[in-house]
Every structure is written in C-alpha cells, then in structure tokens.
C-alpha cells in the first residue's frame, strides 16, 4: 500500500522520534510512505486563530501538492490532520473562494490513529509482536484536535473514542478506564501561560494516577511534549507518568527493545516500559 | 458584566455581517450553558463563553477585543462540539481575534499574542515552523527571557530542538500567502 504522507513540523524537531517510529511501523506494515514534496506547516493554532485567510492557505498548498501523489494521505499530527481536513472541507466546497479552478480529488486525509486501529492492521500488528507489554496499565489520552470538532474530523466517537484503547489492547497493555482522555492539555498556551497548562496537565495526570496507570499513551506531539514538560510532581512519593506515543509503543513490542536512543527522548524517566520489556521475555498469547 | 449596559446604538453591524460570513451563527444561542460547563480554561476568562456568544450577539465587539476570553481560549473545539445549537463558538474567537490584531486592539494578555506573532513569522520566513527561532522571536517580543530556561536547556540536550531551520522550497508562494492573497477582495 502506498499513502502520501504529512509528518508537519513537530516531527522534526521536538517529536522527531515520533516521525522515526511512525516510518517503522509503516515500513513492518508494508506500507510505503511518500513525503509530500517541499510540504510546508499547516500552520497550527496560531494561524487560524489570527489570520484565516492564512489559516485556510497554507494547508491548501499542501493539499494542491498532495493532489499530485493521488494517494491517500497519511497524518501522524493531531493539529496537522485537523487543520489538513478543515482546509479539503473548505476547498470541496468552494475552491473558486480560494482561487482553486477545481477541486474534488478522491483521496482521504488520514488520522494515524484510526488508521492503526483498523481490524486488518490491528491483526497484523498483534501478530507481530514479539514481547507483550505485559498488563502495563495505561492511560490512553487522545487531547483535542484528532476528535474535535467532528464535522470537521470526521471522528465517529468524539466523546469516548476507543482507537488507541484498541492499539494498546493488541500490545498485550490494559488501557484504564479514566476520566480525563479527551481533555485539553491547552498546548498552545504552554509558552505565553505556562501557569494555565501545569493546571491543565495536573488534572490530566492526577486522573490518570488515580485510574491506576502508570504512563500515558497519545498520539498527538503537543500533548506529548506538554503533559511531559509541564508535569510537576510535589508530593513526596508521587511519581511523574511518562507519555509514549502509542507508534512508539508498537515499535518496542514488536522489536522487544527499547533502545537507550528512544529513552532519552523522553523529559520524564520511560524506565516502566524498559522494565516491563525486560520483564517478559515471552510473547503472551491473548486474543485481541 | 454586571454593570454592562447594552444599546442597539453601539451595535457594531459590520461585525455581524462578517460573523455571517464565516457561518458563525451567534443568534441562535439560547444560553443553555454547555459550552461555559465543559470549558477547559473558563476559570481563568474574565467573563463566561456563553456571555462572550451573548456579547456577539448584541454586537458588542469593543467590549470582546478588550476580553481575555479571546487569548485565553485554546481552540480545543470543546463547545462547538457540545452546542445543541450547533454555534461555531471558537470561529467567534477566531473572528474576534483577527480584529483585534487588524485594529492593534492591545492585549492584557500581550504574551499570547507574542506568540502566534513569532510562530507565523517562522513559517512566513522557512515555510515550515521552526522551534529554537520562533523560540528566540517569542522571547524578544514578550520580554520573557529567563522563563523555561531550564527546559529549553534539556530539550536542547536531549536532541528535541532543531538547530537549523529548513527552508522549503515554495518560499515565493509562502510570501504571497502571507502579504495577503485572497484578501484584495476585502475578506
């Protein structure tokens, strides 16, 4: 299978790892990856916030360059994906509005996480694995922007989404029942009001303690850089939870190594999935 | 917002017209409160996201562009989704924040502006989002130079920040895009 694919900005510099995990994945998947050519930033929060003309054309740049590929098109970041489809609605709708002669390709933008969580690959996946993750209870937080709003993302569970749930469950991991998965981690306030987002990210990670889990599992690079860097731990005893992305995750229990490289490009000690890996030598045999 | 005295007078209609435009129908709340209820930052507002709707709707723009509401919000599309009226609510926020910027409203708030500022200056100049300059540009205009020192510092270390930026190719279409294309048929 061949699919274009967008990695957008943060999968080169802050969530580089999560780029390097998602072409591993794809690469076990037999999927082939094809960059879309000189791709620029979809422009984020910051460009739909304050400027929407801005906010509408630089993702339609890149869907005009997608065109080109045919291929559906693959998108690992959740801002990414959401500002990428909001952009296709708009230009289907009325592509003479953005200066677009025609436009109704029949390629589909593509969430990374929905598009693991299907049966075939999920299966694929399961029966790849060489080391399960062993009962490993995690927190699977989806944050904002691969569910919301729906119209545009298309999300069929928007309120209680369950693709991640279904990606861990097939590492051999428990996901917990919680009550924050799809709560705001405000990322874009991080830098300018960094005092809103540890409150924020505090809530986050006390329900996921309180769940019982002993890590968080995202898709999305900002609230992986987010719940990660702005988590304070105060309370003597109380252990800050590491948040892996779950490509990540796929690519250690398939392997059976987390290699030291990976470890370190995480703020917060990932030492639970080291030990978990070093634990289980054997696959467990559990039905999906 | 409880001495606010609203008039047909100070209507602002062509704030109205371009809510219209961008589909965000502000008339059709009737106050049921869910998007105030479910907002992840509403402690922090200075005023409620279903007065900030009502606000629009009385169209009360002066008093919106002088909100914190219209910084704080993170666009987490919570409320939209959970409208029974369907009311684009962070469109509002979008709109209101333009004007703000269009008519250099000042911001209590000057930081978050700062940085939208600074990240759409790094696309305008690379194409692509650039941490460590938009970073640097952040800093300059907010004057907020020693916070998150010591996490930029191990960010740096741990290999998570780019040390050069990449520019693409396209950067002419870039430039047109942001010296205002589309926008000479006043959008």
């Known amino acids: ?188 306030l991080t830098m300018a009001r960094p005092d809103i987002t540890e409150k924020l990210v505090g809530d986050i990670a006390v329900a996921a303690r309180r769940a019982g889990a002993q890590a968080l599992v995202t898709d999305c690079p900002m609230c992986q850089a987010n719940v990660e860097s702005r988590q304070v731990c105060k309370i003597e005893g109380e252990v800050c939870l590491p948040v892996f992305f779950a490509t990540e995750l796929i690519v250690a229990a398939i392997s059976g190594h987390y290699p030291e490289s990976q470890q370190k490009t995480h703020l917060i000690s990932p030492e639970i999935l080291r030990g978990t890996l070093a634990e289980n030598a054997t696959v467990k045999e559990e039905s999906l | 917002m409880d001495k606010t005295v609203i008039s047909p007078k100070t209507r602002n209609r062509k704030f109205l017209h371009k809510l219209e435009m961008r589909n965000v129908d502000v008339h059709a709340c009737y106050q049921c409160g869910r998007c105030s209820a479910g907002c992840p930052i509403g402690d922090y507002f200075d005023m409620s996201v279903m007065q900030a709707v009502r606000l629009a709707a009385y169209g009360q723009e002066e008093k919106l562009l002088q909100s914190d509401i219209i910084w704080l919000c993170a666009a987490c599309e919570t409320c939209a989704t959970r409208c029974p009226n369907n009311i684009d609510i962070p469109g509002l926020m979008d709109v209101l924040r333009e004007l703000a910027v269009r008519k250099g409203v000042p911001a209590d708030q000057q ?57 693409i190719k396209g950067k002419t279409e870039i430039k047109d895009i942001f010296s205002g294309k589309g926008k000479e048929y006043d959008r």
């Open chain 1, 1 to 188: 299978m061949k699919l274009s694919y967008y990695p957008g900005c943060s999968l080169e510099g802050t969530a580089l790892d999560y780029d390097h995990s998602v072409r591993e994945v794809c690469l076990t998947l037999d999927i082939e990856l094809i960059d879309i050519p000189d791709w620029n930033c979809c422009g984020a929060s910051s460009a739909h916030m304050t400027d929407h003309e801005v906010g509408m054309r630089l993702p339609i740049r890149n869907l005009l360059l997608a065109r080109e590929l045919g291929h559906n098109i693959l998108v690992p970041c959740a801002a990414c994906f959401q500002r990428l489809k909001a952009a296709d609605r708009a230009l289907r709708a009325d592509p003479l509005r953005w200066d677009v002669q025609e436009y109704a390709p029949d390629y589909e933008i593509i969430h990374i996480t929905r598009f693991l969580a299907g049966e075939d690959i999920l299966q694929t996946i399961h029966s790849a694995i060489t080391r399960s993750l062993d009962d490993l209870p995690l927190a699977c937080y989806y944050g904002c922007l691969s569910l919301r709003n729906p119209h545009i993302t298309g999300a069929p569970n928007w309120e209680m989404p369950d693709t991640l749930e279904r990606i861990v469950t097939a590492l051999g991991a428990r996901p917990v029942d919680w009550s924050h998965r799809t709560e705001c981690c405000s990322g874009s």
């Open chain 2, 111 to 167: 930081r978050v502006p700062a940085f939208h500022k600074s990240f759409l200056g790094s696309i305008r100049r690379w194409g692509r989002a650039w941490e460590v300059g938009l970073i640097a540009g952040y800093k300059l205009r907010s004057k907020d130079y020693l916070g998150d020192m010591g996490l930029g510092m191990q960010m740096l270390l741990k290999g998570k920040l780019k040390l050069s930026p990449h520019a």
